[in-house]
């Protein structure tokens, strides 16, 4: 059992030595932000050429190798590696000896608290989750993103002053979340941002379908309007033919839809539904309207069109 007394963080030297394990687009980008801020990057992990790439791109000249020699060159090391994995990765780190009494041991899964970081922590390392709510593209530009970004920090009370500290040198904004709460937090995250995606996507394959040349250039300014004003007022920001009640617009939708992309129907009518009960709950939606419209959302049509198939 190693007796050395452990040094405080507070006592650390202000720079520190930075490790990589896993150069996915957040890894990089996060080394990068704290070399700006005077630590210095010094090992990286990387597998695939992909990663290898962007290790080259973002941290020139620091060297690749294997994790448990990233380890050992490092006071701080990102572990940043698909969510899944990340469990597995500290079990491995810790029974192999890679972890160093005093190491900053920092992950930044949303999914996970600091308690994943357990078997490294009985091995003597100061654990932090640090997960910053950004899209990353695995490019340069991720780092100007890093300003202003909030970040989920997850860490034991002692530790919080450091975790906060960091988060800050990276430009960021440090948002505490309860290590029970971590699961929802992410959660949520992934349904506004995630989600988006995957509408925005639908709406501009849709938009080419019916022959509008730039799609991009018309929903740019109407999505920008739209999350700007859902920002400031929430559910009081809808419009559109669910919250105003439209059955008979929905059903035209939903036809055409069947017609033209099948594939996105199932996704407008949930939409639709979770929409409909929003608006009904804070008062948007007209009780008198609402039973012909979820009578048309539970069957895609409202009795006056034909089911197009």
């Known amino acids: 059992m ?7 963080p507070r006592d650390r030297p202000a720079r520190l030595t930075v490790g990589v394990v896993g150069a996915g687009r957040v890894g990089p980008a996060l080394a990068a932000s704290l070399q700006l801020a005077g630590h210095r990057p010094v090992a990286v992990s990387a597998v695939s050429d992909a990663s290898r790439r962007r290790a080259a791109q973002l941290l020139p000249d620091v060297p690749v190798m294997p994790p448990a020699e990233v380890l050992q060159r490092s006071d ?118 995630n989600h988006l995606v995957t509408l925005v996507a639908q709406s501009l394959e849709l938009l080419r379908t019916a022959g509008v040349s730039a799609p991009d250039r018309m929903l ?25 009640g439209d059955a008979g617009t929905v059903a035209a939708h939903v036809t055409e839809l069947r017609r033209h992309a099948p594939q996105a129907v199932d996704g407008y009518l949930a939409m639709a539904r979770t929409t409909a009960d929003r608006a009904l709950a804070h008062g948007l939606l007209k009780p008198e309207l609402a039973e012909d419209l979820l009578g048309v959302l539970a069957h895609g049509t409202d009795g006056t069109e034909g089911d197009a198939r």
């Open 220 to 244: 740019g300014p109407l999505l920008g309007a739209a999350l700007d004003n859902a920002l400031r007022s929430g559910d009081a920001a809808l419009t559109g033919p669910v919250a105003r």
């Open 2 to 8: 190693n007796t050395t007394p452990q040094p405080d």
């Open 76 to 193: 701080l090391v990102l572990l940043t590696v698909p969510d899944d994995a990340l469990p597995e990765l500290v079990v491995g780190l810790a029974d192999t000896g890679s972890v160093r009494p005093g190491q900053l041991l920092v992950h930044t899964s949303g999914r996970y608290g600091a308690r994943v970081l357990d078997p490294a922590l009985r091995a003597g390392a100061l654990p932090l989750a640090l997960h910053p709510a950004m899209t990353f593209t695995g490019t340069p530009v991720d780092v100007q993103r890093l300003a202003g970004c909030s970040f989920g920090v997850t860490a034991p009370e002692e530790l919080r002053l450091a975790a906060e500290a960091l988060v800050i040198e990276m430009g960021g904004e440090p948002e505490w979340i309860a290590e029970e709460n971590r699961p929802l937090y992410h959660a949520a995250l992934a349904l506004g941002a």
